[in-house]
């Protein structure tokens, strides 16, 4: 019998698991679809995403394949594969793709967006939710810095020393700073990711936020090269993979729109979740 390649969308909450890459004790994201997916398919099933998210961060629109046998339709996986997960993790939507898509080397591009409390009380409601800062930030001097880092360039300043990158090249295609109910939200777009670059490139700016370090400082440590002169790594709590892109005529779902308690859908996220904010310069 042939093998079908399914590609499937998925959300989760990060906070209880142990990232997402497989682990010989089981508890990641990926080893709990898998036991899932095993259920539907009568049969074990390996995974592939397009994105390995830490412990900790969320995803409201992750995508991965997998090889199988068995013949079911799209709602059998959809359904059957929710029926035998928890709670915290959900199938979106299941799609049968081209025998050479890929969930990872196929995509064209990958959108995070951090969502952080600058408060001097932490959360209680979002906590594991949103990253929390104590002072307020001054959004328009991390919105000016955050220009330094648009287009492609070496992010090994930004880049987490068990990184396993070939290459710390990346394009940078859309980073934007804006403040919605109370939280500050950072929405970047990149041809691919670095091990920890969004949460390293998060907590530069909240030093320029904070005012500890002036906007132009952003430019100084992407130039330098050098991990050790960026702020060190942002919590997990507040990171979501928000959306990623393939190619339009695989016609994959778009990524979800992002939203919590008390905090409402952000407008550019829902309609385009991978586009460039108007207020970008790019």
């Known amino acids: 019998m042939t093998a079908s390649r399914i590609a499937l969308g998925l959300s989760y909450n990060g906070r209880d698991f142990a990232g997402w890459q497989s682990q010989p004790d089981g508890n990641t994201v990926q080893d709990t679809l898998e036991r899932a997916l095993a259920v539907i398919a009568n049969a074990p099933v390996r995974v ?7 412990a900790g961060v969320h995803a409201l629109s992750q995508v991965v394949h997998f090889d199988t046998e068995a013949e079911r339709d ?15 993790i959900a199938v979106q939507w299941a799609r049968r793709v081209p025998a050479d898509f890929h969930a990872r080397f196929s995509a064209q591009s990958r959108s995070y967006r951090y969502v952080l409390h600058d408060h001097p009380v932490r959360p209680s409601i979002h906590d594991g939710l949103v990253g929390w800062f104590h002072q307020p930030l001054d959004v328009p001097a991390m919105q000016f810095a ?7 360039h070496d992010f090994s300043a930004f880049r987490a020393a068990e990184c396993q ?23 970047l777009t990149a041809n691919a ?3 920890h670059m969004v949460r390293n490139i ?17 430019a100084e440590v992407l130039a330098s090269r050098q991990r050790r002169v960026a702020a060190p790594t942002f919590s997990a709590s507040g990171l979501y993979l928000s959306a990623v892109r393939y190619d339009p005529q695989l016609q994959l779902p778009a990524g979800c729109a992002l939203t919590l308690p008390a905090l409402p859908v952000l407008p550019e996220m829902a309609e385009h979740p991978d586009s460039i904010s108007p207020q970008d310069p790019r």
Not at 74 to 88: D, F, I
Not at 146 to 152: D, H, K, R, T, V
Not at 165 to 186: D, I, N, Y
Not at 202 to 218: I, K
């Open 202 to 218: 998060v907590g530069c700016l909240v030093y320029v936020g904070c005012g500890r370090q002036p906007p132009q400082w952003l």
């Open 74 to 88: 799209a709602q059998a996986w959809v359904r059957g594969s929710n029926a035998n997960l928890p709670a915290s």
């Open 146 to 152: 955050a220009q330094a880092l648009m287009g492609e």
């Open 165 to 187: 990158a070939r290459t710390p090249v990346r394009v940078l295609e859309s980073l934007t700073v804006q403040r919605h109910a109370g939280h500050v939200v950072f929405g």
């Open 48 to 54: 592939a995403a397009a994105g390995r998210t830490d």
């Open 193 to 195: 990711f670095l091990h």
